[in-house]
């Protein structure tokens, strides 16, 4: 009898679980990385109506997370139901970038509404760690060619992960590229935390008073530099150095998966880590707190995903 009772329960169990709604399945399947973005969308959501009082278009940045929130849910609605065409799989592994880039930008309405900016702090700590002003120091060693190649390694910085997940995508490594793409989007995530905590703008606008020699170059001096001021609505991201911790994010990855790839963008990674401060966006402490946070998102990321890739693996 009790036997009996017990296979009656399981049986209505299995079918609760066969009966559950495709948005409770979405939920239940959706990978760990799109988690990250929506816990993250969540937590902006809570500071865009907390500090409402403060923030001048807070009814626009509800209603661009909350856009986003829904386009997020669509998409894992979309890989859920249907065939997994290669249209399909190309956007549910690559829809993270859409996310980081616009979730960046919505930045640039929040950040400088919550506190004063850090940069008189940051210009003190690195001149009391070196005796002088670091960008000023550089000026010495400014040349147009010199210019020429730190633009074209500070601009590298937006294509160095999308190269690590083309190259595992195209390598058919779904497993190593879910892995890659949640630790980056965590570091990504991780930056951007530290943006709103400590806005600052960097000495190419609060030391600008102080520069005797222009960063003069060719036209590709000019590109780099036009394209980022017209796209990077969001100003106050220096603390930590973003470029600096993701790249060395993504060398570590690089090295333990694609390992050509490590020694392509190394060169270019150390050229593009001078270049930060050559080219006067970064103080040096952002650079040293942008590796600390490399460290740190490098221990308990891949920590974080193992923990969660249990009850959210069925979604390969």
């Known amino acids: 009898m009790i036997i009996l009772i017990l296979i009656k329960i399981q049986t209505r169990k299995s079918i609760r679980q066969k009966n559950l709604h495709p948005c409770g399945q ?72 859409l996310f980081v880039v616009l979730i960046y930008e919505s930045l640039g309405n929040l950040i400088q509404h919550l506190q004063p900016d850090v940069d008189p702090w940051l210009i003190q700590i690195d001149y009391f760690i070196f005796g002088a002003h670091p960008t000023l120091w550089m000026e010495r060693w400014i040349v147009p060619w010199l210019t020429d190649l730190m633009s074209f390694a500070y601009g590298s910085y937006y294509f160095i992960p999308v190269a690590l997940i083309t190259v595992l995508y195209l390598r058919g490594k779904l497993h190593e590229l879910e892995r890659c793409i949640f630790i980056l989007l965590f570091g990504y995530y991780a930056s951007f935390v530290g943006y709103i905590l400590f806005p600052a703008i960097g000495p190419r606008y609060t030391m600008a008073h102080l520069y005797s020699i222009p960063l003069e170059g060719s036209f590709l001096t000019d590109v780099v530099r036009d394209v980022l001021n017209l796209l990077e609505h969001n100003k106050r991201d220096c603390m930590p150095s973003g470029h600096t911790q993701i790249v060395l994010m993504t060398l570590v990855l690089a090295y333990r998966y694609v390992r050509v790839l490590f020694y392509i963008l190394f060169p270019i990674i150390c050229a593009l880590i001078l270049s930060t401060v050559y080219l006067r966006y970064h103080y040096v402490i952002d650079l040293l707190v942008g590796g600390g946070f490399a460290i740190g998102c490098m221990i308990i990321a891949p920590r974080l995903y193992d923990a969660w890739k249990g009850p959210h693996s069925g979604h390969s």
Do not use: A, D
Not at 32 to 51: A, D, E, K
Not at 77 to 84: F, H
């Open 26 to 97: 979405m939920m239940k399947r959706m990978p760990p990385f799109h988690w990250l973005t929506l816990f993250f969308l969540i937590g902006l959501i809570l500071v865009s109506i907390i500090f409402q009082g403060q923030i001048p278009k807070w009814r626009f940045l509800l209603l661009n997370y909350l856009f986003l929130l829904g386009l997020l849910l669509i998409l894992n609605l979309s890989w859920y139901c249907g065939e997994r065409g290669k249209v399909k799989k190309f956007f549910h592994y690559f829809s993270p970038i």
